[in-house]
């Protein structure tokens, strides 16, 4: 992958960055839920004001009340502010954040009592990354209409799922369950950041039957990719970015493998 | 399991179901953003009256815009009104709902441009089942926000992941996709349903270590789930809902493994 795409194709590609926005139908524009929803970002600065405890109970409430599959709430939040997240992880909270959520998949607790639930590791695993994700989401959005803003952590100071098995190791977690993401809350220092480069509307709908997107629009989102972690990350770059991924992850399926598969090892 | 509590437990039960309720910090209570996310339930009975297009859209444009890991947007959604469903599928859209989509993580468009990404197929496919639900869940708030109600279906009607396999062929999706869920839209007929017996913050909460439910907790949980479903789902009750889950799971599983470790098959 090119790290550098010239000059000519940089301006260009910042270009299309900066033309990108939320493209809500003209007659609705004025709900103000939905620019709530349209206008929130991943937040990686914030001040130092804390949440009240109120506003974080009204967060993790949005959470417990998520949709969830036969309702099994297959989720467990591991909830931080600073000196627990020091404590037990010897750093601050990613981004000096205020507060800190781990969301959890958890395929434990229901089996407590329904202990004849067959051993289908990959489906229940499925089923529990997709309930513990709607209430991470459900979570985020609450923070927001609340003016708190967050960011979901797969990789940054060894907090998501590329790092599942020393997060299940930390906190003393039992099989069936599996670390997904950390959110990290707080208020937002400054202004939003730019909308990152999101794929046009057409590309990721699907009518009737699946369509491989056009070459030139994956190329385009690419570029823009490239040169917005180019001009923003300063000291960084989307390679560097890939990269890290990409030296992790080995390790990480070998983990996420035998803590899916948990009997089988 | 028991499919019958006996009266005293039944009554019992169902009291505890009807006193649940949301329970944000009174201080918060009247925040109309979060009263719409609190209040969302999953709704089984819709009128005739059509979704307009430009409402269907804003719903959309909420999936197209949520958050995912370095902005992958591993996610498609298949569209449907009910005469692309009935074309596709020779039935309905299941509970008469007016659109459907079918939620799919999708590994396979980014790879079109990010060829050298290596085959980590667990793990690559964690992460798109993450992001298109964060992406379901923000379609499901947004959905809320004007007015339009949904269910996401994971076995109904072959709509979820129980039949994501039948859905991968109906919808001619390639290697690295799965279809995780249907969202069935439309507007509610009559009240919402009652709050499914949700388990209490402190459950579902850590706090430093990993402490398992206590038992009782766990108990009159599934004790309400099971007079829950006998009071309210006619002709069905939870362990009936349990065996359709069983009797499927099996082969699920199975397909499930095909789909996710594609190359090694």
Redesign the interface.
Same mark, same amino acid.
């Given at each position: 992958?090119k790290e550098n795409l010239g000059l000519v194709k940089t301006v260009k590609s910042l270009a299309k960055i900066l033309r990108g926005k939320?493209?809500?139908?003209a007659?609705?524009a004025d709900?103000?839920?939905?620019q709530?929803?349209?206008k929130?970002r991943?937040v990686r600065s914030f001040t130092s004001q804390p949440i009240p405890d109120?506003?974080f109970?009204?967060i993790?409430?949005?959470?417990?009340?998520?949709?969830c599959?036969?309702?099994l709430?297959s989720?467990?939040?591991?909830?931080f502010d600073d000196a627990?997240w020091q404590q037990?992880f010897d750093h601050s909270i990613p981004f000096h954040g205020n507060r800190a959520v781990?969301v =959890?998949s958890d395929s434990?607790? /229901?089996r407590?009592?329904?202990e004849?639930?067959?051993y289908?590791? %990959?489906?229940?695993y499925?089923?529990a990354?997709?309930?513990a994700?709607?209430a991470?989401?459900?979570m985020?959005?609450?923070a927001e209409?609340?003016g708190v803003s967050s960011?979901?952590l797969?990789e940054t100071g060894r907090s998501g799922?590329?790092d599942a098995k020393y997060l299940k190791e930390k906190?003393?977690?039992?099989d069936g369950?599996?670390p997904?993401?950390t959110i990290v809350f707080g208020y937002a220092r400054g202004a939003y950041p730019i909308?990152?480069?999101?794929?046009p509307?057409e590309? =990721?709908?699907?009518?009737?039957? /699946?369509q491989?997107?056009d070459?030139a629009t994956?190329?385009s989102? %690419?570029e823009q990719?490239i040169a917005g972690y180019n001009a923003s990350h300063l000291g960084t770059s989307f390679k560097t970015?890939?990269d890290i991924?990409?030296s992790k992850?080995?390790q990480?399926?070998d983990e996420?493998?035998e803590m899916?598969f948990y009997r089988k090892k």
């Open positions: 992958m939320p493209n809500p139908p007659s609705l709900n103000e839920m939905l709530v929803i349209y929130r991943s109120d506003v109970s009204a993790l409430e949005a959470g417990r009340l998520a949709p599959t036969v309702n709430q989720w467990t939040f591991a909830i627990l037990t781990i =959890i434990a607790r /229901y407590q009592v329904l004849d639930f067959p289908c590791p %990959l489906t229940e499925t089923i990354v997709v309930n994700s709607l991470a989401m459900n985020n959005v609450a209409a609340l960011v979901m797969s799922i590329l906190l003393n977690l039992p369950t599996v997904l993401m909308m990152p480069p999101k794929l509307m590309r =990721i709908l699907l009518h009737g039957q /699946y491989p997107s070459r994956m190329e989102w %690419l990719m970015q890939l991924y990409q992850i080995g990480a399926e996420l493998n899916v």
